[in-house]
């Protein structure tokens, strides 16, 4: 059901040195918390990870990290880090600079730290897209990790099909069909290492997908295949179908962006001088579907057992979309309009805990719980990972890309719903609606508004919709959520909706949602 991932480390030391010291391979041996055990140069990277960000680094590369203190054959399982795009030049830095090393930061009724060492090479692809695609198609690459979200697949979120009409994607085709290697999206590399390991009849891949996406192994295969029979066609397709599988998986642990006060903690607390470390809370769980064609690490073997593989991930994918991410969509929202910055405060207003409670109330009907999990334990146990003040998650890192995030973790759930049921989806909706056409909260707070990248689609209609809730909601709806009128309909959510936007616009955002009910 998912287990705390500590106590995992062994004696921490909370008395730094004199003078904090820089991360690297000529100081490690000298800090006081646990660092790598193992021979981190007779690693071999057996994993090609695309989009190395904070929350990469505070799971999977934790799991292998503790795969290669096992030593021995193990050690064939390194991580060679990959970046993307130039926003990414940052991390290449910071990896250098820490000869691929950071700091974890481990967030519960303590505060621990351990040094994190389990990728050894990180390539950057702007400038190295060769490089990438050689370690792509190398015979030692078996698995292949991503962590790009959603956009990254290249997909076209109402189609599901590969998005053709991107620039990145045209180019990528055109570059594929000369034979090239400056490609530029995920899709693109990964054809492109299948070109290269169909002529050097390399082993099968395993092409795993780490995002909160439903069904990330079917749509990173749908992106693939389609990429692939544009650029090489049929018999290109039919290769991958054949040689790379996808499984999908769940993943799990809240990772808020680091801020200064986590280097600074970093540097007090444990004498380290990280650019760049990463911190996350206590508990962590992966399930995946077991189809590695060439072998995998036996994650499910170290962390407490955290890891499973099973036949169908579906059950519990639907189980932490719908209850963890759907709640964090309802308290990022109305948190912020109602004041707050941080999950933790948010969820110590009692009005706004009865709302996630409703909310999670409503939803369990809409989720086909695994064999022997208690859902009603496991929404307990989301509100207190919530309420855990250590982790300091941001209220606005959970409100970025609202549009794609609803539509994946929320509305989906209205189809098992009822008018009467739904009434907490409806505030989410209103308080969101409320959040995109404003610059300060309840408490007239000024804030600034997360990426939205699909806004330009809507906006107009947002504010057509604050100003006259009872005509504007619905044009909204249609305009944000194309396609979702009937099952919008089916709950009666717009006119719901419409008229808690109302009442919310008097600055009583905690309030209305506290008076909403599940029943």
């Known amino acids: 059901q998912g287990l705390r991932a500590g106590p995992f480390y062994p004696a921490v030391y909370r008395r730094p040195p004199a003078m904090a010291v820089p991360l690297n391979n000529i100081t490690v041996g000298s800090l006081k918390i646990p660092v790598p055990t193992y021979d981190r140069s007779a690693v071999r990277p057996g994993i090609v990870h695309l989009g190395v960000g904070g929350f990469h680094r505070a799971h999977q590369a934790y799991y292998t990290d503790a795969i290669l203190s096992r030593g021995g054959d193990d050690l064939q399982w390194g991580i060679c880090g990959v970046g993307l795009t130039q926003f990414d030049a940052a991390m290449r830095d910071t990896m ?81 069909k000369e034979g090239g290697s400056k490609l530029l999206t995920a899709p693109g590399f990964l054809v492109g290492a299948a070109l290269r390991r169909r002529a050097e009849k390399a082993a099968g891949l395993a092409i795993l997908s780490c995002d909160n996406v439903q069904g990330n192994g079917e749509k990173t295969e749908s992106a693939v295949l389609e990429m692939a029979e544009l650029a090489g066609g ?34 007090a607390d444990f004498g380290i001088e990280d650019l760049w470390p990463v911190a996350g809370e206590d508990f962590l769980q992966w399930v ?40 964090h969509q309802a308290i990022g929202y109305t948190g912020v309009m109602a004041g ?41 146990m989301l509100r ?8 300091a998650d941001q209220l606005l890192r ?55 990248p699909a806004l330009g689609e809507f906006q107009a209609q947002a ?49 209305v949602c506290g008076g909403v009910s599940a029943a």
């Not at 040689?243 to 903690?265: C, E, G, H, W, Y």
């Not at 910055?341 to 706004?352: G, K, S, Y």
């Not at 739904?422 to 600034?448: C, H, M, R």
């Not at 057509?464 to 194309?482: I, N």
Request: charged share 25%; proline share 6%.
């Open 96 to 176: 250098q600079k820490q000869d691929n090393m950071y700091t974890l930061v481990s967030r519960g009724a303590t505060t621990e730290a351990m040094v994190i060492g389990s990728h050894c090479e990180y390539l950057y692809a702007p400038d190295q897209p060769e490089e990438v695609l050689q370690r792509l198609s190398s015979p030692n690459t078996k698995v292949v990790t991503l962590t790009i979200t959603e956009k990254g697949y290249c997909l076209d979120l109402d189609t599901g099909a590969l998005d053709k009409g991107l620039e990145a994607v045209q180019k990528d085709l055109a570059t594929l």
């Open 234 to 267: 049929e018999e290109l397709k039919k290769y991958v179908h054949e040689s790379f599988t996808f499984p999908n998986s769940m993943v799990d642990r809240i990772t808020p962006a680091t801020t200064q006060a986590v280097k600074d903690l970093v540097k």
């Open 288 to 327: 995946i579907e077991d189809k590695f064609p060439s072998g995998r690490p036996a994650w499910d073997q170290v962390l407490g057992g955290t890891c499973m593989f099973v036949e169908d991930v579906m059950p519990y994918e639907l189980m932490k979309l719908r209850l963890l991410n759907g709640s």
């Open 340 to 380: 707050y910055r941080l999950v933790h405060d948010a969820m110590a207003d009692p009005l706004l805990l009865k709302f996630i409670t409703a909310y999670m109330d409503c939803t369990t009907g809409a989720v086909p719980g695994p064999a022997g999990i208690d859902l009603e334990a496991y929404k307990v």
């Open 384 to 391: 207190q990972r919530f309420s855990n003040a250590a982790v």
């Open 398 to 452: 959970l409100c970025e890309d609202g549009r794609n995030r609803m539509k994946v973790a929320c509305l989906p759930c209205l189809a098992d719903l009822r008018p009467e049921t739904a009434q907490p989806f409806a505030a989410v909706v209103a308080a969101w609606i409320l959040y995109l056409t404003s610059s300060a909260d309840n408490k007239g707070a000024e804030f600034k508004m997360s990426p939205e």
């Open 463 to 511: 504010q057509k919709a604050v100003e006259d809730p009872e005509a504007g909601v619905g044009p909204l709806l249609e305009a944000a959520f194309p396609g979702s009128s009937e099952l919008l309909g089916k709950v009666n959510l717009p006119a719901t909706c419409a008229k808690l936007l109302t009442q919310m616009k008097a600055g009583k955002v905690a309030e």
